[in-house]
């Protein structure tokens, strides 16, 4: 069983829709990274929580560290959040383990 | 402030050569992570570099290195090239590790 296992492994969704991306850990973390990447290769942080809620502009991303498990929501999606997201745990020791990441593909 | 750049963009070799790969952190950062990204594998992580000293490591083999320079520039290693080296390597930057990390475009190697 991985260490950072997220669902759906791929997902797709009209324009506007609200979406989620779920994410649960079996290791104890530092901190839970959100990631996203385009084609071509191209990484962005979007967030790093430790704990509760983080928003920024249409992104929100919780974390339940009882449940170890985090979500990362998107509001009123668009075509150009259409990218792989990946979650990442990372350790005191701050090596990361990696879900394998939810495809995302919004449709006009 | 400049992002994370990394050198070359783009490599070929074969198997049984070396590479060497390139990161320059953003500006004050000191802390740099190196990973590699596989269609099998997904991401992975490689080793982390703080202060010119290798902080941790992931579970590679010994082919795989890394060093770090007085400015934070990083570099990374393989030897004895092989084929399923073949990969995307990235490297991020952060302030000391353990803020958000930045990530620079990548190398994308190609072992024939």
């Known amino acids: 069983k991985n260490e950072v296992e997220q669902s759906p492994q791929n997902l797709t969704a009209q324009e506007g829709e609200f979406i989620t991306i779920n994410c649960s850990y079996s290791?104890?973390?530092?901190?839970l990274h959100w990631l996203q990447q385009h084609p071509g290769g191209g990484i962005v942080s979007l967030f790093m929580?430790?704990?509760g809620k983080k928003k920024h502009g249409r992104l929100i991303a919780t974390i339940n560290i009882q449940e170890k498990h985090s979500s990362l929501h998107i509001t009123a999606s668009h075509p150009r959040d259409s990218a792989v997201y990946i979650c990442?745990?990372?350790?005191?020791?701050?090596?990361?383990?990696f879900g394998a990441g939810t495809r995302l593909t919004v449709k006009p | 402030k400049a992002g994370v750049t990394q050198t070359p963009r783009y490599l070929i070799k074969t198997r049984g050569q070396q590479v060497t790969l390139s990161c320059s952190p953003i500006s004050g950062h000191r802390s740099v992570s190196w990973y590699q990204q596989t269609p099998g594998q997904g991401l992975q992580f490689l080793f982390e570099?703080?202060?010119?000293?290798?902080?941790n490591k992931g579970n590679f083999p010994g082919r795989f290195s890394g060093r770090q320079f007085s400015n934070s520039r990083s570099e990374m290693n393989v030897s004895t090239l092989e084929l399923g080296d073949s990969a995307l390597y990235l490297c991020?930057?952060?302030?000391?590790?353990?803020?958000?990390?930045?990530f620079g475009p990548g190398t994308r190697l190609t072992v024939l």
């Open positions: 570099y703080f202060s010119e000293t290798q902080r």
């Open positions: 991020a930057s952060s302030f000391d590790g353990s803020y958000g990390q930045f």
């Open positions: 990442a745990a990372s350790s005191n020791n701050n090596d990361m383990r």
């Open positions: 929580l430790s704990s």
């Open positions: 290791v104890g973390i530092s901190a």
